[in-house]
């Protein structure tokens, strides 16, 4: 029975071992999941949690699997690590009150969490449950053994032979390290594409949210899209934010600033809440730019016709919602950092939270016409701009409010 029990306590090592490598084969990816997290929010504990939980995870289960003398403690720090690791999780998902705002970045956190909690328990339990039988059976059967020689009615005696707990042999070592060689080869590109696959999905999750925020700021508003920089030539329009600090930005840049006008009402004050940063961004890239605000929503839509764009400020002006005719293919916030990948041109493709709530990525072949400089502005450069690069996808939609981003998907 005790070699049977080794075999599922061995699985769960081993499991936590392959966490252990993809935390450390991405730890950016890690630190922007601790990001999220109330327990973790100073970034000098979130450092040094970082770099620690890996090491030490890796470190335990190399020592539960090579070296058999200490097999017993190694399986009892696991069950710690997992026992702490659970009750983090709980205490993230259930231990503050649920916000009472219009912080739809932190409501969608917390709701997450709680979403996932069952999970995380359950699985951190059936990898528990082995290694606790293997410390119960192990410290049993270093009390007591089978009648042998060396012993005396099934009580060891020291320097018997039952009183010395059998290790593995080599030839098993060596099968168990080609096993866990073969799984991490196995797995490392699998979590690689499920490390995509979650950004995208994460990526995605705070686009719906952004979006929902921007229509219910418009309904406070008198169906009036966000709207706070003033169509002045050649002059900054003041924002204070968060703090009685005060960020000067010219009109168009408001396709960057919208965060610290929309943080006080909708994001807690926070004008670097965690939802702001996109999980497509590299490490290290600077977070200023990575949901933009499409310059359609500042501009009447024959001010994105060539054929009918006049001078400013005449046609700079708020968008309502009833000035969008296709909400369901109009994108209301963007992710930079999809647009910027580094991948082929034909194969480039843009994230956009709609109208409609709904988030979704676009190839570049499903996008209808967009102003490849500034804001369509050929020459000279206007004062109201100060923003002369087409730096994402759906920003300068030919047409404004009234056309499509892009097209829906064909149908099969």
Same mark, same amino acid.
């Given at each position: 029975m005790h070699r049977l029990v080794t075999i599922p306590s061995l699985l769960s090592a081993v499991f936590v071992a392959v966490s252990a490598i993809s935390k450390l084969w991405d730890l950016s990816y890690f630190d922007l999941q601790l990001a999220s997290w109330r327990l973790f929010s100073e970034p000098a504990v979130r450092s040094l949690i970082v770099f620690t939980v890996p090491?030490?995870?890796l470190a335990i289960t190399a020592l539960f699997l090579l070296v058999p003398t200490r097999r017993l403690l190694a399986a009892s720090f696991l069950v710690g690590i997992l026992l702490l690791f659970s009750l983090a999780y709980a205490i993230e998902a259930y231990g503050g009150p649920s916000p009472n705002c219009a912080c739809f970045g932190i409501w969608a956190r917390q709701f997450e969490f709680r979403t996932t909690v069952s999970f995380v328990l359950i699985r951190n &339990?059936?990898?528990? !449950?082995? $290694?606790?039988?293997?410390?119960?059976?192990s410290s049993l059967r270093a009390s007591w053994v089978p009648l042998s020689r060396g012993s005396v009615q099934g009580v060891a005696l020291p320097g018997g032979a039952g009183s010395r707990e059998r290790g593995f042999s080599l030839i098993e070592v060596l099968v168990v390290l080609a096993v866990i060689a073969v799984l991490v080869a196995l797995a490392i590109p699998a979590i690689g594409y499920m490390?995509?696959? &979650?950004?995208?999905? !994460?990526? $995605?999750s705070n686009l719906r949210h952004h979006s929902t925020v921007f229509v219910s700021y418009a309904h406070?508003?008198?169906?009036t899209l966000p709207y706070f920089t003033v169509p002045l030539p050649g002059e900054s329009s003041?924002?204070?934010?968060?703090?009685?600090n005060v960020f000067y930005t010219f009109y168009f840049e408001a396709y960057a600033t919208?965060?610290?006008?929309?943080?006080?009402?909708?994001?807690?004050?926070?004008?670097?809440?965690?939802?702001?940063?996109?999980p497509l961004q590299p490490a290290g890239a600077a977070q200023f730019f990575d949901y933009t605000y499409p310059c359609t929503f500042l501009a009447d839509e024959h001010y994105w016709r060539s054929e009918t764009r006049t001078f400013p400020p005449y046609q700079l002006r708020p968008v309502k919602l009833g000035d969008v005719a296709f909400p369901d293919v109009k994108v209301v916030i963007s992710d930079e950092a999809a647009w910027n990948a580094p991948v082929k041109a034909r194969s480039r493709s843009g994230a956009g939270g709609c109208i409609d709530g709904h988030a979704e990525f676009v190839s570049w072949g499903r996008m209808t016409p967009q102003y490849a400089i500034g804001d369509g502005v050929v020459s000279p450069f206007f004062d109201?701009?100060?923003h002369f690069g087409a730096y994402n996808a759906f920003l300068h939609t030919v047409g404004g409010a009234s056309e499509r981003d892009f097209r829906p998907p064909s149908k099969p």
């Amino acid at each position: 029975m005790h070699r049977l029990v080794t075999i599922p306590s061995l699985l769960s090592a081993v499991f936590v071992a392959v966490s252990a490598i993809s935390k450390l084969w991405d730890l950016s990816y890690f630190d922007l999941q601790l990001a999220s997290w109330r327990l973790f929010s100073e970034p000098a504990v979130r450092s040094l949690i970082v770099f620690t939980v890996p090491i030490v995870e890796l470190a335990i289960t190399a020592l539960f699997l090579l070296v058999p003398t200490r097999r017993l403690l190694a399986a009892s720090f696991l069950v710690g690590i997992l026992l702490l690791f659970s009750l983090a999780y709980a205490i993230e998902a259930y231990g503050g009150p649920s916000p009472n705002c219009a912080c739809f970045g932190i409501w969608a956190r917390q709701f997450e969490f709680r979403t996932t909690v069952s999970f995380v328990l359950i699985r951190n &339990g059936i990898l528990i !449950v082995p $290694l606790i039988c293997y410390i119960m059976l192990s410290s049993l059967r270093a009390s007591w053994v089978p009648l042998s020689r060396g012993s005396v009615q099934g009580v060891a005696l020291p320097g018997g032979a039952g009183s010395r707990e059998r290790g593995f042999s080599l030839i098993e070592v060596l099968v168990v390290l080609a096993v866990i060689a073969v799984l991490v080869a196995l797995a490392i590109p699998a979590i690689g594409y499920m490390r995509q696959r &979650g950004r995208e999905s !994460v990526t $995605l999750s705070n686009l719906r949210h952004h979006s929902t925020v921007f229509v219910s700021y418009a309904h406070d508003y008198r169906d009036t899209l966000p709207y706070f920089t003033v169509p002045l030539p050649g002059e900054s329009s003041p924002i204070q934010i968060p703090g009685g600090n005060v960020f000067y930005t010219f009109y168009f840049e408001a396709y960057a600033t919208w965060k610290f006008a929309l943080s006080p009402g909708f994001y807690s004050g926070n004008p670097v809440h965690p939802t702001f940063r996109s999980p497509l961004q590299p490490a290290g890239a600077a977070q200023f730019f990575d949901y933009t605000y499409p310059c359609t929503f500042l501009a009447d839509e024959h001010y994105w016709r060539s054929e009918t764009r006049t001078f400013p400020p005449y046609q700079l002006r708020p968008v309502k919602l009833g000035d969008v005719a296709f909400p369901d293919v109009k994108v209301v916030i963007s992710d930079e950092a999809a647009w910027n990948a580094p991948v082929k041109a034909r194969s480039r493709s843009g994230a956009g939270g709609c109208i409609d709530g709904h988030a979704e990525f676009v190839s570049w072949g499903r996008m209808t016409p967009q102003y490849a400089i500034g804001d369509g502005v050929v020459s000279p450069f206007f004062d109201y701009t100060r923003h002369f690069g087409a730096y994402n996808a759906f920003l300068h939609t030919v047409g404004g409010a009234s056309e499509r981003d892009f097209r829906p998907p064909s149908k099969p």
